[in-house]
């Protein structure tokens, strides 16, 4: 078999019964344009090209007459108002915008608590991770997040990406990882303690990593996508630390010169990520620890929710209206709004990431 390299094109076959009518249809109505057409006599094959896609149009070929996505600015303009189209062969035309805003479906609140010891499976997702869901319903789909470990040591095969995102947060746990992002300098290494705020759309990539690496990654919506930029190189050539990327800036927090404050919450001192001023109020993220006698107070979640993850030794949840919890490290809970909560039983040495996503959740 021949190197890829020698492919110099590729075509989808759409098989058609009326040629003249189909070919009509994708050339006047859709804007393809015609690149050959045979036999002269009477037509029965023509190849197309337009939008990045290549069709070839045979008439009595076998298979399905498919399905084509259409990716337009203003989808509404393009078919007056309609958002499907049928061509003459079958081909089902779907309409959609080509960067749609980042929705979020309505929230559907619940309690949570994830045990590592429920040994709830581990998936191979992107680039050789292997992911554990922490919030399983996902709220409705306004949440994810996930405890993901890299089990190897060295290079990972990543690719320059970005996320369509409104929120999205990465902790390292456990070991590090060297990370690029675009605009903001040269590669660096994100250790154990240290958090950085992906803003919407930022350019990045994961380099290498310790074995066993684990990190929590936290974003919002649930499901949103992933894009891969295949002309984009790391490290760009400039620096732009202060860009702001769909009204957010990169925030980078290591842990060996964070100061930790008391006061925040009574029993613990809590050292900010700066994620919270970042987004404009948009999520809070703090890690925690027990410090001191003094006895923790229940609050209540004035937010929409908050997702904590114990990162070491263990603690006991209270949450009004359920019984109490005992949680260890690499266990998770998502408290909804309105409920107060307090963790207790806690004792030196214990950490917690707490991440509390406000209740203006519109983007």
Known sequence: ????????????????????????????????????????????????SGHGLRIRLERGAAGSPGVLRLLSRDPAAFAGGAT?????????????????????????????????ADAAPWVHGRAGMRYRDLVPDRQGGRLVASHIQIPDAGPVPDYVHFHKIRFQMIYCHRGWVRVVYEDQGPPFVLRAGDCVLQP???????????????????????????????ELELPTATERRDRVFDGQPFVRHEAASARWEVGRRAGFEARDTGIGEATGGLAEVHVLRRRGPE??????????????????GGATLRCEGREDERLTEGDACVVPAGLEYAWMESGEGVELLEVV????AAP
């Open 200 to 230: 919407p759309r930022i350019r990045h990539r994961v380099l290498e990593a310790a074995a066993g690496t684990e990190v929590v990654e936290i974003g919002s919506p649930a499901n949103h996508e992933t894009c891969v930029d295949h």
């Open 1 to 48: 078999m021949g190197a890829t390299s020698d492919v110099e094109a590729a075509e989808v076959v759409l098989p058609c019964a009326e040629l003249a009518a189909t070919l009509a249809f994708f050339t006047d109505r859709l804007g393809f344009r015609l690149e050959s057409i045979f036999p002269a006599d009477d037509p029965s094959v023509a190849t197309i």
């Open 357 to 360: 996503v406000a209740e203006h």
């Open 84 to 116: 499907t189209l049928t061509a003459p062969n079958g081909t089902r035309i779907e309409l959609v915008g080509s960067d749609p805003p980042v929705v979020l479906p309505p929230a559907r609140p619940s309690f949570i608590v994830t045990r590592m």
């Open 295 to 312: 006895v923790p107070r229940a609050r209540r979640n004035e937010g929409e929710t908050v997702f904590d993850f114990v990162l070491s």
